[in-house]
């Protein structure tokens, strides 16, 4: 079985600060980490590594750098890094992302055929959750999103069944390999790397391809030419000026003072209350 894990170095979203005067993005000084969302879909992968055997294969486009969030991944436990790094890839919104993302895949296919491709639900500096169905329309893959758990992976019968979080509960799937599959947040606890694993990603070499090495075909579907999204402006929130009110349980009953909020909500909202009613008739 071979696995492929696509992650991104994303700046501490928690140390991100907005430039008050050119509203954008100030990244000098914020450190950079893995995806929060990918460990997920990380640990996922290295579960059904331990479990069937095979290999993990971690991919991540961007700058150098980079590199570390991959020996990290590797340090977990994966069997192979590839830094997909070029000045090409600069600017690249998720279309062109996912097209060059989707032909490393299957530049790696070539290697050795690709089973599942793990992301995961999406990245904390984009949160646009596409670039994995992206991935997966390019390739003709399976996709299955927001997965919260795998309940059985048939390797014989090349059949895969899933639990999925909908907004009306969860959904149990099932599909055919080769799949995609965006692990949703909590699903699973990432492991503590191991020494022998430490001692093994500060050894390894991380593969680096450039747009030739990942079978880029058309250079005018990457980068910035590759990208009609455009970014007019980047703000922080405005700070709510409103306060909270606060009712003192102590002064009087709780029946009391849920009536007391109940209409001031119905006094701020004057067609709440009637909506309600009709709801509960129904």
Same mark, same amino acid.
């Given at each position: 079985?071979?696995?492929v894990?696509?992650?991104?170095?994303?700046?501490?979203?928690?140390?991100?600060?907005?430039?008050?005067v050119?509203?954008t993005?100030? /990244?000098q000084g914020?450190?950079?980490?893995v995806?929060?969302y990918d460990?997920?879909a990380?640990? !996922?992968?290295?579960?059904l590594?331990? /479990?069937?055997g095979?290999?993990?294969?971690?991919?991540?486009?961007?700058?150098?750098q980079?590199e570390?969030?991959?020996?990290?991944?590797?340090?977990?436990?994966?069997?192979?890094?590839i830094l @997909?790094?070029? /000045?090409?890839?600069a600017?690249?919104?998720t279309?062109?992302?996912?097209?060059?993302l989707?032909?490393?895949?299957r530049r790696?296919g070539q290697e050795?055929? #690709?089973?599942?491709?793990?992301t995961?639900?999406?990245t904390?500096?984009g949160?646009?959750?596409? #670039?994995?169905?992206?991935?997966?329309?390019?390739?003709?893959?399976?996709?299955?999103t927001?997965v919260?758990?795998?309940? *059985?992976?048939?390797?014989?019968?090349?059949?895969?069944?899933?639990e999925?979080?909908?907004?009306?509960?969860?959904?149990?799937?099932q599909?055919?390999?080769?799949?995609?599959?965006?692990?949703? *947040?909590?699903?699973? !606890?990432?492991r503590?790397?191991s020494?022998?694993d430490?001692?093994r990603?500060?050894?390894?070499?991380?593969?680096r391809?450039?747009?030739?090495d990942?079978?880029i075909?058309? @250079?005018? /579907?990457?980068g910035?030419?590759?990208?009609?999204? @455009?970014?007019?402006?980047?703000?922080?929130?405005?700070?709510? +000026?409103?306060?909270a009110?606060? !009712?003192?349980?102590?002064?009087?009953? #709780?029946h009391?003072?849920?009536?007391?909020?109940?209409?001031?909500?119905?006094?701020t909202?004057? +067609?709440? *209350?009637?909506?309600?009613v009709?709801?509960?008739? @129904?």
């Open positions: 079985m071979h696995i894990v696509c992650i991104k170095q994303v700046p501490d979203s928690a140390q991100i600060r907005v430039h008050p050119t509203n993005i100030m /990244r914020v450190p950079a980490i995806n929060p460990l997920f990380l640990e !996922e992968a290295l579960r590594k331990d /479990r069937h095979g290999r993990v294969t971690m991919l991540c486009m961007g700058p150098p980079a570390d969030a991959l020996r990290k991944c590797l340090s977990f436990g994966a069997s192979d890094a @997909v790094t070029d /000045r090409a890839f600017g690249a919104d279309l062109a992302t996912s097209y060059a989707a032909a490393a895949i790696i050795q055929a #690709v089973d599942l491709v793990f995961g639900k999406q904390i500096d949160d646009t959750a596409q #670039v994995g169905p992206g991935i997966a329309k390019r390739l003709g893959m399976n996709l299955l927001y919260s758990r795998i309940v *059985e992976l048939d390797l014989d019968g090349r059949r895969l069944r899933v999925r979080r909908a907004e009306g509960g969860v959904q149990l799937l599909t055919t390999l080769p799949s995609l599959i965006t692990m949703l *947040e909590g699903t699973n !606890e990432m503590f790397a020494m022998d430490m001692l990603s500060g050894r390894m070499p991380v593969r391809w450039n747009k030739d990942a079978g075909d058309d @250079v005018a /579907r990457i910035l030419k590759g990208s009609p999204t @455009v970014v007019s402006k980047v703000f922080g929130p405005t700070p709510r +000026t409103q306060k009110d606060v !009712e003192v349980v102590a002064d009087s009953s #709780v009391d003072i849920c009536l007391n909020v109940m209409q001031k909500i119905f006094t909202h004057p +067609t709440l *209350e009637a909506e309600t009709e709801r509960l008739s @129904v």
